[in-house]
């Protein structure tokens, strides 16, 4: 089993930043990939980055991927990172962190049911 605790959630206007953070624990030599997800009110939860944890190669999702977003690892902490500057209202939803045991690919942020293990999300707002 693996245990993922999100946080760095918060209130911020357009144009500001913040650092979210996830410590896993537990079973972490058996993850091989880690994801942040987040979901806005009344929509379906979106996949935002990938990493993985071997080689540490990234993905961003088309809604990030030409912004300042930058995921990010420190294994020696078991800890997955998200900075996010520049924020929009748009960006405002729950953002989850997650992890699987199965390899990173294009197509793992396309559906969040390829992570089997979940954080209970942090709250990002930003206001206009």
């Known amino acids: 089993q693996v245990q993922l605790v999100e946080s760095g959630g918060g209130s911020v206007q357009a144009g500001g930043s913040l650092r979210l953070s996830c410590v896993a624990s537990?079973?972490?030599?058996?993850?091989?990939?880690m994801a942040w997800f987040r979901q806005a009110p009344e929509k379906e939860r979106e996949g935002v980055a990938y990493?993985?944890?071997?080689?540490?190669?990234?993905?961003y999702s088309d809604s990030v991927k030409d912004r300042q977003f930058t995921i990010s690892q420190d294994n020696a902490k078991n800890t997955l990172n998200l900075e996010m500057n520049s924020l929009k209202p748009e960006d405002t939803a729950k953002y989850y962190c997650?992890?699987?045991?199965?390899?990173?690919?294009?197509?793992?942020?396309?559906?969040?049911?390829?992570?089997?293990?979940w954080g209970q999300g942090t709250q990002v707002t930003v206001s206009s």
């Open positions: 997650a992890a699987t045991w199965g390899r990173c690919g294009w197509w793992s942020l396309g559906n969040p049911s390829n992570f089997p293990y």
């Open positions: 537990g079973n972490t030599d058996s993850i091989y990939c």
């Open positions: 990493i993985s944890t071997r080689d540490s190669t990234t993905y």
